[in-house]
């Protein structure tokens, strides 16, 4: 006797569709042989890839936070990163930034530097705003530490002219500061 299968194609289609699934990461912990230069940007980049919706908007309060010091303490101390980074809270998702830059300047005179022409930034791309004249800042390099609170940096004074970068912002219709690039060390 002959029996007669009968193949839908549906239970195919879901099978199928569920096979070609992207992959879900369960690995929290990123590890990419990258410069640590380049190791923050790629992170920052697979954030944004990865993230539910679009990324909030740069802030005024936002970048004074991170990025502004005043001159209430010496910006020559070994210790001033470390001290620093810890009071402001700067991280990446409680993980240590490799680097970062503060710097002493008005926050108005920081958001009119984004009004003039691009300039290279650091990495070769075209897209950094450059002061006309120098001012002081600390360069943070990460020494020791991966997590929140051991990160340990070397403190860097520098006088020089700052690359910022900037972006619009739709709700006050303006181009805002969003992050310090470099600060171009003056040659003697």
Not at 156 to 180: A, D, E
Request: net charge positive; hydrophobic share 35%.
């Amino acid at each position: 006797m002959k029996i007669l299968i009968s193949i839908h194609p549906l239970p195919l289609v879901l099978l199928l569709l569920q096979l070609l699934q992207p992959l879900q990461f369960q690995d929290n912990e990123r590890r990419y042989n990258l410069p640590p230069d380049k190791a923050d940007e790629f992170e920052d980049y697979l954030e944004e890839f990865s993230s539910t919706g679009p990324t909030r908007p740069p802030t005024k309060k936002k970048f004074v936070r991170f990025s502004l010091i005043g001159t209430e303490r010496t910006l020559s101390d070994s210790f001033f990163c470390t001290d620093t980074v810890r009071l402001k809270n700067v991280h990446n998702k409680s993980r240590c930034v490799t680097e970062h830059h503060f710097i002493v300047m008005p926050y108005d005179d920081v958001k009119n530097l984004c009004y003039t022409r691009y300039v290279e930034c650091r990495n070769g791309i075209k897209k950094c705003h450059r002061s006309r004249l120098p001012i002081e800042g600390v360069y943070c390099k990460l020494r020791r530490g991966t997590t929140l609170p051991d990160c340990d940096y070397d403190s860097i004074y520098k006088m020089g002219f700052v690359l910022i970068t900037c972006r619009w912002q739709n709700s006050i219709k303006k181009l805002v500061p969003v992050h310090v690039n470099d600060i171009l060390v003056l040659q003697d």
